[in-house]
């Protein structure tokens, strides 16, 4: 018993050795237990039992049919992130998505560095990126210069080899304008953002589409910086059309910024936000919670986008070369007092 192991412990030895100089990134085939019997001559049982233990090690792994192979050297779980130079630190969306990336990518062991567009180079070609906002095209190009996987959370109109995961905008707008046309409103007013930004581009876009289906409803488009004094600014446009009609006006806002302003300023006219003013915004900040009445706005679901981004980068590690990839999230509706149903 004692030479049999001591045998084994030898033979074990010279696998360790054979696992050590041919161990690499990928998967490496050693000999088959027939050949490794002849070649360390001894009995296949002998071999069998070693391979099973290193097998126990998480060195060597079977392959049904393929034969026992060498496992390939843990490498680090490496994430870049790229923020765009126009995000404000404020800015509560991309405040509470990157600390949301922060806790599942790093419970999931991956290593955040922070890179930004002057540091780029073709070294880390291989590493995922993460663009956290939206960057000019000059800025895309350079980056797609210096990475294969490039993931996002913006919608890219024109750069479909980008992985894009993203809020479905354009349901946004469309549903808005199906929320306020079901519960009433014959008017309605679209509070656009600029169309050089995708999302309002969007949402503008969904907006218009359920809107033009509709037959007896009057629209108007009013496009406008994305902030509280835009909106509170064009109250007054609104008051005067109000004024004129007569009748409940319905809005949808490119964001809740734009709903708040509104909101402050037509309160101040004496209107009744809710009744005969309905308003939505879009984006779900914590301010459209406590101001009042409270806005009705649609909520992204930020854990659903950073879990999906993390199992496209998964794959990626796994060695699926995924290059393009559009995945759009549903926006959930926060009905509140600014709306009435």
Request: with cysteine; net charge positive; proline share 3%.
């Amino acid at each position: 018993m004692k030479l049999k192991s001591l045998v084994k412990e030898k033979v074990k030895e010279k696998i360790l050795k054979l696992i050590e100089e041919n161990r690499g990134n990928d998967y490496v085939k050693i000999p088959s237990e027939r050949d490794l019997s002849k070649t360390f001559q001894v009995s296949r049982t002998t071999i069998r039992s070693v391979i099973k233990e290193l097998i126990d090690y998480g060195l060597l792994v079977q392959f049904q049919g393929k034969g026992t192979y060498i496992v390939p050297k843990a490498q680090d779980k490496i994430v870049h992130i790229l923020f765009s130079p126009d995000i404000k630190s404020e800015d509560p969306f991309y405040a509470k998505f990157f600390m949301e990336l922060n806790n599942i990518f790093t419970i999931n062991g991956f290593k955040i560095l922070f890179v930004n567009v002057e540091s780029l180079t073709k070294e880390n070609k291989d590493i995922p990126i993460v663009v956290i906002g939206l960057l000019k095209d000059e800025l895309i190009d350079k980056v797609k210069r210096n990475y294969k996987y490039i993931l996002t959370i913006e919608q890219y109109m024109n750069h479909d080899e980008i992985i894009q995961v993203s809020v479905d905008d354009y349901r946004i707008g469309w549903m808005a304008a199906e929320i306020l046309i079901k519960s009433g409103y014959l008017f309605l007013i679209h509070l656009a953002g600029p169309e050089r930004y995708t999302a309002s581009y969007l949402r503008k876009v969904g907006f218009l589409d359920r809107v033009k289906n509709s037959t007896g409803i009057n629209y108007r488009v009013i496009e406008s910086k994305m902030n509280y004094t835009s909106g509170y600014m064009i109250g007054d446009e609104i008051f005067n059309i109000y004024s004129k009609l007569k009748e409940p006006i319905g809005i949808f806002t490119a964001n809740d910024w734009m709903g708040i302003g509104l909101i402050q300023k037509l309160k101040e006219k004496g209107l009744n936000i809710g009744k005969e003013i309905g308003i939505i915004g879009c984006d779900n900040i914590s301010l459209s919670t406590e101001i009042k009445p409270s806005l009705t706005t649609f909520k992204w679901d930020v854990e659903k986008i950073v879990r999906e981004t993390l199992n496209i980068i998964v794959d990626i590690n796994h060695g699926k070369n995924i290059t393009q990839k559009r995945v759009l999230i549903p926006a959930q509706v926060i009905y509140r007092d600014s709306l009435r149903l």
